[in-house]
């Protein structure tokens, strides 16, 4: 009978900006973390967090500061007794909805306190989250969903029957994990603020490693795009897989004509080719550039946008976020969706912790929704994992399965109050 | 060369949500404004807000504190002189964009500052914004508008021969407009949270007072809709409209099922009957329900959204809202884009000063992009306008032609005061 007693909220800023780590088309900042610790009557913390970009984290603080009226005081088991309506009570607060409705700001923010949730009862019970999740009974996961607004494409029963043939050889895919590891690529060889050296001496130091799948980023000048995915392509030779990311920038036609000339260099995909809300425009790029897959998610706003995408055959890889949308719930709702169209799911990391929440979302996903490693890969960037407690590990381009129990989301104490912002050391 | 010299940014709530005001399926609060004023060393002010309901006005406040720095110190004359460069501080912010992208609270803080701006350039030039619009030269319009991610809808070319068309008749538009007025409807006879007999007693008064268009509130119970919707066509006979709001509840297939229900009442429009962010959805339900006209956008997060509904052929009805998106260039846009596929506009209104705001898009719309009256009605809720400098006048069911120079933005200093969160005498 776990009951939070007190949520406290961190506003925490890694100044990567400078090194031009992370920096894209689009995005460019100090890699931060909206960081909710659940204190309880109990033994155990939860943890929970939301990546930004920097600049405006105090925004997502104030949001989970506003939401937390719908945790604070609640136990673990009123929580899960209706997880439905613990998710709409952050999703559908009569007076906060209007602000998103789940998007953006106020979405992020859900997503930090359901993940700390989680993350809390996964310690409780003594498991990592990924096991939790897959351990558990049909009826429990499915009702973790909101299938409102999603129930013309996947309905609770078809839901249930997914999970419910994903126990047949579970133990076998467990077993394949365990000895394995998660496959993953790396996305840490193809900044846009790299010089070519630099990209040149990280692709082949990735694939000396183990890398058998990398990405880059797009979405500069297309002659630069071009002159670095050939040398990419001439490190890793024929067989590896190269991914390229355009973090959004094109327009639909212009990412169409772009992906004509990219194509030389055998692209496995193009990630975020045009605008995250455009299922339209993505479909028409889909069809366009097949047999390269269109991958998108990691800024998708919730599971309706995941939804028509699968719908209108937009995607050829689905990318989930761990903390764009509303946390477990939604994610299990989303890989749901994935597996009903047979779409392969791999996916967003990097950023600070995703990595760290994501390979448990994957493992869940290929043990009882996906039931298949065809196709499906963890993002793997090589940054920021040394503030967790528990963080990833890797072995010749592959994560090792998590063991701790938790959500592998707790940050150390030492690294919060360093870079606090404004107030920690780093930053005054 | 006004200069704007600092932003004061005022958190504005209204006790409304005790009487039951504005409550419908989903959204229930106390209607608030985050009203920001532009100090400028002129003798102008330029005032702008965005509406949200109650609790979380402080985070679209924070919002704009974050992105002021794009306005702060700059003059009128560089940011009109590139108007596109300025629009893109704002949503391509790099480390802030990752928060929405152009969506949700990042997006209404963008519109607060957005229609700020333009209310002082308005009140310098010493026309409403209205005519300041409706005689700008084409290039000038064209150069608010972001055709990224809208390319493949709308050309820059197509816009202008839009632009261009528009300054036809436009003096014989306004002449009808100076002397009709602006054909309205009104929301304010069947909120959720109204008995029977008030209902009943507002249309009756609302007919009386010449409307002959208005809209109830659905998606409670379906039997009390259907008996609401009975009692009020009985009330305002078979020829005035009547439309429809289910502000998102439904389901896909549960909106078109109940709208076979609500048939009887012969409804215009059915509003928001599912997800904002389902474009497909929409688009099957106009399918399904038509020749009722599906109308949304009142929480369309921006014109990528509103492209895909008119690409789709989603919507009979296109409802822009004032600020929701960033200001007035995007909604610029989005009335370009409605003319482009032809489908008439229907602002939203109602909540803090909605109304004030979009008399003056109405009118552009009308005069210089969709050159018609047909199909076009206001919004009009009769609430809040006794706080505002320039508040809204009716006559007979319609709209007068604002007249006071700027974006009739400004709110009275006195309710500024009374009404601050949380130090104003109205909440202490």
Redesign the interface.
């Known amino acids: 009978m776990t009951r939070i007693t007190d949520i406290s909220v961190h506003d925490v800023r890694f100044p990567t900006a400078a090194a031009g780590d992370g920096s894209d088309a ?5 890699y931060s973390a909206t960081y909710v610790e659940l204190g309880t009557d109990g033994p155990h913390t939860g943890a929970g967090f939301t990546f ?5 984290n ?3 603080c ?2 989970v500061r ?1 939401l937390a009226v719908h945790v604070q005081g609640r136990s673990l088991a009123e929580l899960f007794a209706d997880p439905l309506a613990f998710h709409r009570s952050l999703t ?17 923010a859900t997503g930090a306190l359901v993940n700390a949730v989680w993350d809390l009862r996964a310690k409780v019970e003594g498991k990592p989250l990924w096991r939790l999740l897959a351990e558990l009974p049909t009826a429990d996961l499915v009702a973790c969903v909101d ?3 999603i ?2 494409a996947l309905t609770p029963a078809e839901a249930a029957a997914i999970l419910d043939k994903g126990r047949t050889g579970l133990d076998q895919r467990l077993a394949m994990l365990d000895r394995d590891g998660l496959p993953s690529y790396t996305t840490s060889v193809g900044w846009l603020g790299y010089p070519d050296d630099k990209v040149r001496a990280l692709a082949r130091a990735a694939y000396a490693d183990g890398w058998r799948a990398m990405k880059m980023k797009v979405g500069g000048d297309i002659a630069d795009d071009v002159r670095r995915a050939a040398l990419i392509r001439a490190e890793i030779g024929p067989d590896a897989l190269l991914m390229m990311d355009a973090n ?2 094109w ?4 990412a169409i004509a772009n992906m004509r000339r990219l194509a030389n260099a055998d692209p496995y995909w193009i990630e975020e080719p ?8 993505h479909a ?1 790029i889909q069809r366009a550039v097949a047999p390269i897959r269109v991958a998108t998610g990691e ?1 998708a ?2 599971r ?2 995941f ?2 995408l699968l ?2 055959g937009a995607i050829g890889v689905m990318q989930i976020d761990a903390c764009r949308v509303g946390g477990v719930g939604e994610v299990i709702a989303e890989l749901l969706l994935a597996a009903k169209f047979g779409v392969p799911v791999c996916p967003h990391a990097g950023g600070v912790g995703l990595c760290e929440l994501v390979q448990h979302l994957f493992a869940f996903d290929v043990l009882r929704v996906g039931r298949s490693l065809d196709g499906r890969m963890v993002e793997y960037v090589d940054h920021l994992h040394e503030h967790f407690t528990d963080p990833v590990r890797t072995r010749g381009g592959r994560y090792v399965l998590p063991e701790q129990p938790g959500y592998s989301a707790t940050m150390r104490p030492e690294s919060i109050a360093r870079y606090a912002f404004p107030d920690g050391p780093a930053w005054r």
Do not use: C, S, Y
């Open positions: 689009i995005n460019r900042g100090d930004t970009n920097g600049r405006g105090e925004l997502t104030a949001a506003a559908a607060d009569p007076q906060l909805r209007w602000l998103g409705p789940e998007k953006g700001v106020l979405h992020m299938f409102r607004h129930a013309d959004q920038v327009d639909v036609d212009e045009t605008h995250p809300d455009d299922v339209l425009g028409r800024v706003a919730n309706v946008i939804k028509q719908q209108a």
